[in-house]
């Protein structure tokens, strides 16, 4: 029990709980009701078309093509990044860091725009692509280029605070007992970060299924060709199909709330704070 | 970068080199990471972003300000920022009054109401911006209430604002959730003892010593805000001059095929966000060392 003179009187809590729960309701909740009701209003059957449509199936395909790829690159680059800067000392590392966290501060648009610059048809590498018949912008590969753009830091944001907090006695002491630098990876440095990157990737992962702005301006938007589902939602939401889109966009929304959920059970089971911010 | 050295303290059977410009180690693998990092780092990143500054810098002052600083444009940054602003605002109180209740309060569903914040960090932002407009529409579950007081939301500045609440209010309630929970009970305990009301110790106690980390959550907010998308343009009318935010005019002009057009405007656009990390750098730094003390 708290006191009286380090609390609020209980009008004051009231108040403040109301406020901010009603706050919480009206951002957060009712954006995700209205997304499965607008799905189911035209009944369970119209929900099942849209989703098994050939179209969403295969934006659903393309989406998960594409962050299969994206994510193992940015968990290699993670980890990689997250080794040099925590176990060893070098000049420029917090520039470095800054640089990797710069996708983050990057409007998604010009995030997409950047590998307009360099690959599209007038682009600097536009002319030689186009001899050697390589298509990257409105194609696929442009899709997941500005995918591990708008995803680049995840992994690695959340290794550097962690692996810097553990320190390099670990890894140390598995040397000096004979171990090879990869076995001292696999059994002394894994295990301990496996809680973090289990966590960035989930964020990773969520974040490349969901990306729009960045994808939208590499992508073209070919039907069943390099349409991924948030733009597949996109689409069928300005043809007016909003039960279809609504459907599409309810597989997204559940998609999130696994990751929610995932994200809360690892904070909890294992007390792990994201952000290197313990309490 | 190559010269190489041995340590003098390393255990028989590792022979290692070692790039000159770091402090030696026994731990293996500097060449390989580093060099893969520092890598990828410029190919995805360094590399693309500068095309956007060099595309520009071959454009010349005068196509240059005829685009970014047209009148268009400069309608397009005062909504952007603007609503962002707006938004960061109404986030930075609202984020901190639902801080206070995740730190302070107890209460059934706790675990649910702190998973919910992060919400709008993993959902799509295209899900968001439908979501949004279909709240807020004349005949949607919100609008059907407003539109009888002659408030429109949907296809108005007012909707940009309230779905860039949606955006940014994690930033904030994450930046001052942990502050909060390191203040000690003592200061309070303190300021109490000392003859303080409860709200004299809010402001006077707890208010200075969350306000780095408020300040930080309030610019992330604002950084994400101003570059923001998905969410904004199914709300958003897209009319120009009124409702067109700057990331949507980068579109229209490459659907126009205009790239230097659009690179001009992506280029004020970065210059804004990398001041703002500056800004936000500076801030977290201030905050650190607030914690610290």
Same mark, same amino acid.
């Not at chain 1, 078309?49 to 994206?70: C, F, G, H, N, Q």
């Not at chain 2, 095309?51 to 520009?56: D, E, G, L, Q, S």
């Given at each position: 029990?708290?006191?009286?003179?380090?609390?609020?009187?209980?009008?004051?809590?009231?108040?403040?709980?109301?406020?901010?729960?009603?706050?919480?309701? %009206?951002?957060?909740?009712?954006?995700?009701?209205?997304?499965?009701?607008?799905?189911?209003?035209?009944?369970?059957?119209?929900?099942?078309?849209?989703?098994?449509?050939?179209?969403? %199936?295969?934006?659903?395909?393309?989406?998960?093509?594409?962050a299969?790829?994206?994510v193992p690159?940015n968990i290699a680059f993670g980890v990689a990044a997250a080794w040099?800067i925590t176990k060893?000392?070098?000049?420029?590392?917090?520039?470095?860091i800054?640089?990797i966290d710069?996708?983050f501060?990057?409007?998604?648009?010009?995030?997409?725009?950047?590998?307009?610059?360099?690959?599209?048809?007038?682009?600097?590498?536009?002319?030689?692509?186009?001899?050697?018949?390589?298509?990257?912008?409105?194609?696929?590969?442009?899709?997941?280029?500005?995918?591990?753009?708008?995803t680049?830091p995840f992994v690695a944001r959340e290794l550097i605070p962690l692996m810097a907090e553990q320190g390099r006695d670990d890894e140390e002491a598995a %040397?000096?007992?004979?171990?090879?630098?990869w076995q001292a990876f696999w059994h002394a440095t894994l295990p301990n970060i496996r809680w973090g990157l289990l966590y960035g990737v989930l964020l990773c992962n969520a974040r490349a299924m969901g990306?729009?702005?960045?994808?939208?301006?590499?992508?073209?938007?070919?039907?069943?060709?390099?349409?991924?589902?948030? %733009?597949?939602?996109?689409?069928?939401?300005?043809?007016?199909?909003?039960?279809?889109?609504?459907?599409?966009?309810?597989?997204?929304?559940l998609l999130a709330l696994v990751t929610l959920v995932l994200k809360s059970f690892l904070e909890w089971r294992y007390d792990y704070h994201g952000k290197g911010t313990g309490h | 970068?190559?010269?190489? #050295?041995?340590?003098?303290?390393?255990?028989?059977?590792?022979?290692?080199?070692?790039?000159?410009?770091?402090?030696?180690?026994?731990?293996?693998?500097? !060449?390989?990471?580093?060099?893969?990092?520092?890598? =990828?780092?410029?190919?995805?990143?360094?590399?693309? @972003?500068?095309?956007?500054?060099?595309?520009?810098?071959?454009?010349?002052?005068?196509?240059?300000?005829?685009?970014? @600083?047209?009148?268009?444009?400069? #309608?397009?940054?005062?909504?952007?920022?603007?609503?962002?602003?707006?938004?960061?605002?109404?986030?930075?109180?609202?984020?901190?009054?639902i801080a206070?209740i995740l730190v302070r309060y107890d209460f059934v569903g706790k675990r649910v109401v702190n998973a919910l914040v992060d919400l709008p960090f993993a959902l799509?932002?295209?899900?968001?911006?439908?979501?949004?407009?279909? @709240?807020?529409?004349?005949?949607?579950?919100?609008?059907?209430?407003?539109?009888?007081?002659?408030?429109?939301?949907?296809?108005?500045?007012?909707?940009?604002?309230?779905?860039?609440?949606?955006?940014?209010?994690p930033f904030?309630v994450r930046s001052v959730e942990p502050v909060l929970a390191d203040?000690?009970?003592?200061? $309070? $305990?303190?300021?109490?003892?000392?003859?303080?009301?409860?709200?004299?110790?809010?402001?006077?106690?707890?208010?200075?010593?969350?306000?780095?980390a408020?300040?930080?959550?309030?610019?992330?907010?604002?950084?994400?805000?101003?570059?923001?998308?998905?969410?904004?343009?199914?709300?958003? !009318?897209?009319?120009?001059?009124?409702? $067109?935010?700057?990331?949507?005019?980068?579109?229209?002009? @490459? $659907?126009?095929?205009?790239?230097?057009?659009?690179?001009?405007? #992506?280029?004020?656009?970065?210059?804004?966000?990398?001041?703002?990390?500056?800004?936000?750098?500076?801030?977290? #730094? =201030?905050?650190r060392?607030?914690t610290?003390?």
């Amino acid at each position: 029990m708290r006191n009286g003179a380090t609390s609020e009187s209980r009008l004051a809590r009231a108040t403040i709980m109301t406020l901010g729960l009603g706050f919480l309701g %009206l951002f957060l909740v009712m954006p995700l009701l209205v997304v499965f009701a607008q799905a189911l209003a035209s009944g369970i059957g119209a929900y099942a078309d849209a989703v098994l449509e050939p179209d969403a %199936l295969a934006a659903m395909k393309l989406t998960l093509t594409v962050a299969a790829i994206s994510v193992p690159l940015n968990i290699a680059f993670g980890v990689a990044a997250a080794w040099a800067i925590t176990k060893f000392d070098f000049p420029g590392k917090s520039i470095l860091i800054t640089f990797i966290d710069l996708p983050f501060s990057v409007s998604p648009v010009v995030s997409g725009l950047i590998y307009v610059l360099l690959f599209g048809a007038q682009g600097w590498l536009g002319p030689w692509l186009a001899e050697h018949d390589v298509q990257i912008i409105f194609a696929v590969p442009g899709i997941v280029l500005a995918t591990v753009f708008v995803t680049f830091p995840f992994v690695a944001r959340e290794l550097i605070p962690l692996m810097a907090e553990q320190g390099r006695d670990d890894e140390e002491a598995a %040397l000096s007992l004979g171990a090879s630098g990869w076995q001292a990876f696999w059994h002394a440095t894994l295990p301990n970060i496996r809680w973090g990157l289990l966590y960035g990737v989930l964020l990773c992962n969520a974040r490349a299924m969901g990306e729009f702005g960045a994808v939208s301006v590499v992508s073209g938007h070919i039907r069943g060709e390099t349409n991924t589902m948030p %733009l597949h939602v996109e689409i069928l939401y300005n043809e007016y199909n909003f039960v279809a889109a609504f459907a599409v966009a309810s597989l997204l929304a559940l998609l999130a709330l696994v990751t929610l959920v995932l994200k809360s059970f690892l904070e909890w089971r294992y007390d792990y704070h994201g952000k290197g911010t313990g309490h | 970068m190559t010269a190489t #050295a041995t340590a003098g303290h390393i255990p028989p059977g590792h022979r290692m080199r070692r790039p000159c410009f770091r402090a030696p180690s026994i731990i293996p693998g500097f !060449g390989l990471t580093f060099g893969l990092s520092l890598t =990828w780092l410029c190919l995805i990143v360094l590399i693309p @972003l500068s095309a956007v500054f060099i595309k520009t810098a071959g454009m010349g002052w005068d196509h240059f300000s005829s685009v970014a @600083l047209s009148e268009r444009a400069i #309608a397009a940054y005062r909504l952007s920022f603007g609503a962002s602003l707006g938004a960061a605002f109404i986030n930075a109180v609202f984020g901190l009054m639902i801080a206070w209740i995740l730190v302070r309060y107890d209460f059934v569903g706790k675990r649910v109401v702190n998973a919910l914040v992060d919400l709008p960090f993993a959902l799509p932002t295209a899900v968001a911006g439908i979501a949004f407009t279909s @709240l807020y529409a004349d005949n949607g579950w919100i609008g059907q209430y407003l539109e009888p007081l002659g408030i429109k939301v949907a296809f108005t500045q007012f909707g940009v604002v309230i779905t860039l609440v949606f955006i940014g209010l994690p930033f904030v309630v994450r930046s001052v959730e942990p502050v909060l929970a390191d203040i000690g009970k003592d200061v $309070e $305990e303190a300021s109490a003892s000392l003859g303080a009301t409860r709200a004299q110790t809010f402001r006077r106690v707890i208010l200075p010593a969350i306000l780095p980390a408020l300040l930080t959550g309030f610019a992330l907010a604002f950084a994400r805000g101003v570059g923001e998308y998905g969410s904004v343009i199914f709300i958003a !009318g897209n009319m120009p001059y009124e409702t $067109e935010i700057a990331p949507l005019l980068i579109i229209t002009q @490459l $659907e126009q095929y205009d790239y230097a057009g659009a690179t001009a405007i #992506a280029t004020v656009m970065l210059i804004a966000s990398f001041s703002l990390l500056l800004l936000i750098n500076l801030l977290q #730094a =201030w905050s650190r060392r607030r914690t610290v003390d």
